[in-house]
């Protein structure tokens, strides 16, 4: 089944992904939802240990199981790999000159794994692969977006009734913030 938004985002919430997963960053990151796809890719950042290898497979059979949706892991140590985006937007290449490394539940024979542990296998990135490279285009590779995030926007594009009016939730917030910074820049003038 191809990736949809809804459920994908219903999956999340049953499985209670943003618990299972609060010791670690999660970020979508690839075509989804942007471009047509046969997969969701999730970003990790954090540590590459056993017990995210298994939270990770399990998370991907439930949704699976689900709905025949497939979850394509990458875990990162870190978010250095994000600071290339830029960089291939503006030369249509990346150079990662090996100090990028990726973690991932599956091995991929043809890009020189290493196995790290019970559930993952060590990849040392150079540059991005050329599937990366056909898809992406020049100038197209997206910007990881926090899922915590992703989900807040859909909710807010799909409730503009309420989004951005005084029944959303942060009105009450923004509206006392905005009432004291008037009133101090009144003050100090």
């Known amino acids: 089944m191809l990736p949809n938004i809804d459920k994908f985002i219903l999956c999340l919430e049953e499985y209670n992904f943003?618990?299972?997963?609060d010791k670690w960053e999660t970020y979508l990151w690839s075509n989804f939802p942007f471009n047509y796809t046969w997969d969701i890719d999730i970003m990790f950042i954090g540590k590459p240990t056993e017990e995210l290898g298994e939270k990770i497979i399990d998370f991907q059979k439930y949704v699976m199981d689900k709905t025949e949706m497939k979850i394509d892991e990458q875990v990162f140590e870190d978010t250095k790999v994000f600071r290339h985006i830029e960089e291939y937007g503006r030369l249509g290449y990346m150079n990662f000159d090996g100090s990028i490394?990726?973690?991932k539940t599956k091995i991929h024979n043809h890009r020189g794994p290493e196995k790290f542990n019970k559930y993952f296998w060590k990849y040392t990135l150079t540059s991005m692969?050329?599937?990366n490279k056909f898809r992406a285009?020049?100038?197209n590779l997206h910007y990881p977006i926090l899922i915590e995030d992703f989900i807040k926007?859909?909710?807010n594009i799909k409730n503009q009734d309420i989004y951005n009016t005084?029944?959303?939730s942060s009105y009450e917030k923004y509206n006392e913030l905005r009432h004291e910074w008037?009133?101090?820049r009144n003050?100090?003038?």
């Open 182 to 184: 008037r009133f101090n």
């Open 18 to 21: 943003l618990e299972v997963f």
């Open 166 to 168: 005084v029944n959303d």
């Open 153 to 155: 926007l859909v909710f």
């Open 137 to 139: 285009g020049k100038a």
């Open 101 to 103: 490394v990726k973690y």
């Open 129 to 131: 692969n050329e599937k």
């Open 187 to 189: 003050v100090n003038r």
